[in-house]
C-alpha cells in the first residue's frame, strides 16, 4: 500500500525535486563550462607570459653561449614568471630548465617527439596536457619558437602544474555547491510556509466537515486566506448555514407534526405508493396492540384484516376515498372506523394513502346494551301482556258468567298488572339512577331507623314463609353518610332478594358496621347461594341466574341493576360473599362524609 502523504509534505517534497533537479542541471553546465573557461584563460594567460618569455630569449640567447648560459637564462627567466620555463634545440636536446639543475640536463630524455614541441616547430606554438615524468605532476605546456619554422632557433616551453588549475576548481565548485546547499535549504523553508499556508486552512476545513457529519452542525471554519481555499472555505460556510437552517425547519415541521399525531386519540398509518407503511402514530400502535414499530411493513404484514386491506388497495389503485369498519382481535379486541384517503399532490408520497383509524368499540358497546335493553324490556314485558290478554279474552268468552273461573281470572289479571307495574317503576327508577338527573341527597342517616324501616316492612313476609329475620348494629349506633330514600331502596332490594330466594325455615340478617372504607350494610341468608360462574354477570340489567325461578318469584331482574348503581352514585362498592347451598351474604361499602 502506498504510503498517506498529507498535502503538506507532497507541496514540500514537490519543491525540493524541482530544486535539486534545477540545481543538479546548473551544477553540471557550470562544472562543465567553468572548467573549459578556466583551463582556456589560464591557457591563455600562459600563452601571453610565453610571448614575453619568446622575446626575451630571442634577446639574450645567442646560439654561441654555452650550455651554463642557457641553463641561467632559464633560471632567471622562470623565477621573474614564477613557472617552469624549459629551452629546447631544434633537435630536441634541452638546453635549460629551470626545475632541473645543470648537472642533470644531459641525463634528460630527447624531447623533439614532445607533442608541443613538435607543434611549436611547425607552426611556431604548441600546448598539450600531459603527465610529466620529470616532475611526476599533470602539467599543462606551451611551446614557441625563437625564429620561424624555417630557420628555428630554440623552442621555448612554459609549464604549469595542473594541479593549481584544480585547487582553483574546487574552490569554484566548493562555492557552487554552498550556495547550492543554501538554495536548497532557503526554497525548503519557502515551499514549507507557502504549503502551511495552504495545508492548514484545508485542515481546518477537513476538521470542520467531520465535526458537521457527526452531527454537529454549529462549527465554521470562519478565517478565510486569500486565495482559492479561502473562498472554498467561505463557500463551506454559506452551505453549512443553508443546512443547518433547512434541518432546523424540517426539525420544526416534524416536532409539529409528531405533536399533532401523538397528542391524536385517532389512530393514524400513512403508507406509500407500493402500499408500505411510512409511519404509524401512537394511538395506532395502542389501538391494534402492536409491539414493535410497522414502519416498512405492508399493511397486510402489521394486521391481517381483509377489510382494511381491502380499502388501502382500493385508494392505491386510484380511488379518492374509503372507509370500513373493522374488528381487531387480540387480546384487546376493538371495533374501529377506518377513513382512508389518497394522497394528492406531486410529493414523493403522492398516490400514497393515509388511514385514519377511530375507535368506536365503546360506542358500539353503547348500542348493543340498547338494542339488548329494548329486547329484554320487550320480552319482559310481552309476558305479563300476553297473561293479561289471554285473561280479558277468555272473560268476554263466557268465564264472566261463571264466578268460579271469573275470579280466577281477575286475579290473574291483578298479578300481572302488578307485576308490570314493578317492571315499569324499576325502569323508571333505572332510567333516573342512569341519566344522573338525581344525583343522592346526602345527609346523615341513623342506620337503627334504616334498619327499622325495612324489617318492618318485611316482618309480616317473613313469618308468612316462616323464616327468621335478625338484625345487628354498632351499639354505640352508626351514622351513614348518603340519600336516604336511595339507601333503604338498596337494602330493601337486598332483603327482597334474601326472602324470595331463601327457602322456609332459613335465616335472613341485616347488620350495619364501621369498616375500613366506609359504613358496612351486610344482608346475609342461608338461601341456595349462586354459582361463582354467575358472579360477574350479577348487577346487569335483566341478568338471572334461573330466570324461570325469578319470573315465579315476581323478579324483574332489574333489583341488583339499581342496587349497583345507588352504590355506584355514592361512591361506594358492592361486595357478595356466595356458595351454592351455602347461602350468600351482600355487602354495600357506603364512604364516610
Ligand atoms: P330478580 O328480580 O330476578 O331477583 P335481581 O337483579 O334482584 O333480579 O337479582 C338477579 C339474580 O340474582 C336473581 O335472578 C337471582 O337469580 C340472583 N340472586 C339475587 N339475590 C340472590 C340471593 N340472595 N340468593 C340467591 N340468588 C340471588
New binding site residues.
Given amino acids: 500500500m502506498k504510503p498517506r502523504l498529507s498535502f503538506q509534505t507532497r507541496v514540500l517534497i514537490g519543491g525540493l525535486a524541482v530544486v535539486l533537479c534545477t540545481l543538479l542541471f546548473v551544477a553540471v553546465l557550470l562544472e562543465r563550462s567553468l572548467g573549459e573557461r578556466i583551463l582556456s584563460q589560464v591557457q591563455g594567460g600562459l600563452e601571453k607570459q610565453l610571448t614575453l618569455a619568446v622575446d626575451l630569449v630571442s634577446d639574450r640567447w645567442r646560439p654561441s653561449q654555452g650550455l651554463d648560459a642557457s641553463e641561467n637564462l632559464a633560471e632567471d627567466l622562470g623565477r621573474k614568471l614564477g613557472l617552469r620555463i624549459t629551452l629546447i634545440t631544434p633537435q630536441g636536446l634541452v638546453v635549460g630548465d629551470s626545475e632541473v639543475g645543470r648537472a642533470d640536463l644531459e641525463r634528460l630524455e630527447n624531447h623533439a617527439r614532445r607533442p608541443e614541441v613538435v607543434a611549436a616547430m611547425t607552426s611556431g606554438q604548441g600546448s598539450s596536457i600531459r603527465y610529466s615524468s620529470t616532475l611526476g605532476v599533470d602539467l599543462l605546456y606551451v611551446a614557441g619558437l625563437v625564429g620561424d619554422p624555417s630557420r628555428p632557433g630554440l623552442v621555448v616551453r612554459l609549464a604549469l602544474p595542473l594541479s593549481e588549475l584544480n585547487r582553483t576548481l574546487t574552490g569554484v565548485r566548493r562555492l557552487v555547491l554552498g550556495a547550492m546547499l543554501l538554495g536548497v535549504l532557503l526554497s525548503v523553508g519557502v515551499a514549507f510556509f507557502m504549503a502551511r499556508g495552504i495545508s492548514r486552512p484545508l485542515k481546518d476545513l477537513t476538521r470542520t466537515a467531520q465535526i458537521i457529519a457527526s452531527g454537529d452542525l454549529s462549527p465554521r471554519v470562519r478565517r478565510y486566506p486569500r486565495h482559492e481555499v479561502g473562498d472554498l472555505g467561505r463557500a463551506f460556510d454559506r452551505m453549512a448555514d443553508t443546512l443547518q437552517q433547512k434541518i432546523e425547519d424540517i426539525t420544526a415541521a416534524h416536532d409539529r407534526q409528531d405533536g399533532i399525531l401523538s397528542a391524536m386519540m385517532e389512530g393514524v398509518m400513512l403508507v406509500d405508493p407500493e402500499g408500505r407503511i411510512l409511519l404509524v402514530n401512537q394511538a395506532l400502535m395502542r389501538l391494534l396492540d402492536l409491539t414493535r414499530d410497522p414502519v416498512g411493513l405492508t399493511s397486510s404484514e402489521m394486521v391481517r384484516n381483509p377489510d382494511l386491506q381491502d380499502a388501502v388497495g382500493a385508494v392505491l389503485a386510484g380511488q379518492p376515498y374509503q372507509s370500513r369498519e373493522i374488528r381487531t382481535l387480540g387480546s384487546n379486541p376493538r371495533h374501529l372506523e377506518v377513513h382512508v384517503a389518497r394522497l394528492a399532490g406531486d410529493g414523493p408520497q403522492a398516490g400514497g394513502a393515509v388511514a385514519v383509524f377511530h375507535d368506536i368499540s365503546e360506542r358500539k358497546r353503547v348500542e348493543k346494551m340498547r338494542r339488548d335493553f329494548v329486547a329484554n324490556v320487550s320480552h319482559e314485558l310481552r309476558t305479563p301482556l300476553t297473561a293479561i290478554r289471554g285473561s280479558a279474552e277468555t272473560l268476554l268468552d263466557g268465564a264472566l258468567e261463571s264466578p268460579h273461573y271469573a275470579k280466577h281470572f281477575v286475579e290473574m289479571i291483578e298479578r300481572h298488572t302488578q307485576r308490570l307495574q314493578r317492571l315499569v317503576e324499576d325502569l323508571l327508577d333505572l332510567a333516573r339512577l342512569e341519566s344522573g338527573q338525581a344525583p343522592p341527597k346526602k345527609d346523615a342517616v341513623d342506620a337503627a331507623e334504616l334498619a327499622d324501616a325495612v324489617l318492618a316492612t318485611f316482618s309480616d313476609l317473613a313469618a308468612e314463609k316462616g323464616l327468621e329475620l335478625t338484625r345487628s348494629l354498632p351499639r354505640e349506633g352508626l351514622k351513614l353518610w348518603g340519600d336516604r330514600r336511595q339507601l333503604e331502596q338498596a337494602v330493601l332490594?337486598l332483603m327482597d332478594?334474601?326472602i324470595?330466594?331463601t327457602q322456609p325455615g332459613g335465616k335472613v340478617g341485616l347488620s350495619f358496621r364501621a369498616g375500613e372504607g366506609g359504613s358496612v350494610i351486610a344482608v346475609s341468608?342461608t338461601?341456595?347461594?349462586?354459582d361463582p360462574q354467575h358472579l360477574p354477570r350479577?348487577f346487569e340489567r335483566f341478568?338471572?341466574?334461573?330466570k324461570d325461578?325469578?319470573r315465579e318469584?315476581g323478579?324483574?331482574?332489574?333489583?341488583?341493576?339499581i342496587v349497583k348503581h345507588i352504590v355506584q352514585a355514592h361512591g361506594g362498592s358492592l361486595e357478595v360473599d356466595?356458595q351454592p347451598g351455602r347461602g350468600?351474604e351482600?355487602r354495600l361499602i357506603i364512604p364516610a362524609a
Fill in positions: 332490594n332478594n334474601a324470595k330466594y341468608d338461601g341456595p347461594g349462586i350479577l341478568y338471572r341466574v334461573d325461578r325469578s318469584m323478579g324483574t331482574g332489574l333489583g341488583l341493576a356466595s350468600s351482600f
